[in-house]
């Protein structure tokens, strides 16, 4: 796979905004391993393998198991998910196929019931930034640190 281009090199004051909206969350209080749990979890729906692979890079330098990372697209069959967790990751995938689910009103009573107001904005965001930055990826066809060193198929 050959790029098709580097958005960064050709746009990087329309990303800045992009840049700032990511240092925002983290900085948000959502904690650090939810964070990186919907950001896997969308880039897995999304099959963005840039944003797997960084993030979940990032996810084990922040302490978060192998485990659980493996078992992230299976976390409804699995029981090391908190609630919270849970509810949270049922909304990114709502949010992420939104053309599909249309945010059913049983994904929000989950997310209400583990979240307060100003966190649901908080994570819908945090969805909505990494589907974006996915779209990037695949669009472009970024490839990942791992795949740079393999010739191009």
């Known amino acids: 796979m050959k790029p098709r281009l580097i958005p960064f090199d050709v746009a990087a004051g329309t990303l800045k905004p992009l840049i700032e909206l990511e240092q925002s969350l983290k900085n ?83 997310l209400n019931a583990h979240f307060t107001p100003e966190e649901q904005v908080k994570l819908t965001v945090l969805i909505g930034a990494i589907n974006t930055w996915n779209r990037l990826a695949i669009g472009f066809r970024s490839i990942h640190p791992a795949g740079s060193n393999r010739a191009a198929a």
């Open 28 to 110: 948000s209080g959502l904690e650090h391993s939810l964070f990186h749990l919907v950001k896997v979890r969308a880039s897995q729906i999304n099959g963005c393998a840039y944003c797997i692979h960084m993030h979940t890079k990032e996810a084990r330098a922040q302490g978060e198991t192998e485990e659980r990372l493996y078992l992230l697209d299976a976390w409804r069959e699995s029981p090391l998910y908190s609630d919270r967790e849970r509810a949270a990751l049922a909304w990114t995938e709502a949010l992420t196929l939104i053309a599909q689910t249309h945010a059913p009103d049983e994904d929000y009573a989950l």
